[in-house]
């Protein structure tokens, strides 16, 4: 049985959220502030977090950055309806998916399976490799040759993207849905971001990137033979 926090200020949408969750299986823990769900996830092993960007004191997007330098837990960010900025620096920053509010909790629900079935799928463990890195789609670890590089989930759905078509080009528009995130719909900007972070990750080098390079007005290429 999975468990979640969720991090909202609101009491009335704390409430019926972790009521429909309770009831669909799911264990919630809560916190009304960033502060909060700062200390709750240093407490409580959980599997995943749910995160409002609107939050008193340390903001949504704040507590994302925090978290991200203690884990690769899969996020959910909670952002206002239209707000495209928020959607963007979350998934920079590294948020696995974004709900508008007003939602109703069945999405939130649907979306939260998705990103906890992208960290542990089901049916059998697979290994994908190119030259000395290879890709664990069972446990989605990544290492390169003996050392262990962390990914964000969609960092690891990217370089899964490139790694998988290695030697041929995939189209910078067409990016996302190759790694099976159609669900994010943010523009280029933030698909470069993601693709240079993944370089920095990588060992890359930012001038003359050896294995993830730029095919320029097309997309990217995962070198087939790099060393």
Known sequence: M???????????????VEEYL????????TAPDGEAGLARFA???????????????IDGL??????????????VMLTAKGDETDRVVGLEVGA???LPKPFGPRELLARLRAVLRRVSPTGPVAELRVG?????LGTREVRDGDARIELTGLEFDLLHALARRAGRVVPRDTLLAEAGRSDVVVGDRTVDVHISHLRQKLGDDPKTPRRIKTVRGVGYVFTKDEV
């Open 2 to 16: 999975p468990k979640v926090l969720l991090i909202d200020d609101d009491v009335r949408l704390r409430a019926l």
């Open 22 to 29: 309770t009831r669909n299986g799911v264990v919630v823990v």
């Open 43 to 57: 407490a409580e092993a959980v599997d995943a977090v749910i995160l409002d960007v609107m939050l008193p004191g």
């Open 62 to 75: 704040e507590v994302l950055r925090r978290l991200r330098l203690r884990s690769n837990v899969p996020v």
């Open 96 to 98: 696995d998916d974004y």
């Open 132 to 136: 000395p890195l290879a890709l664990d």
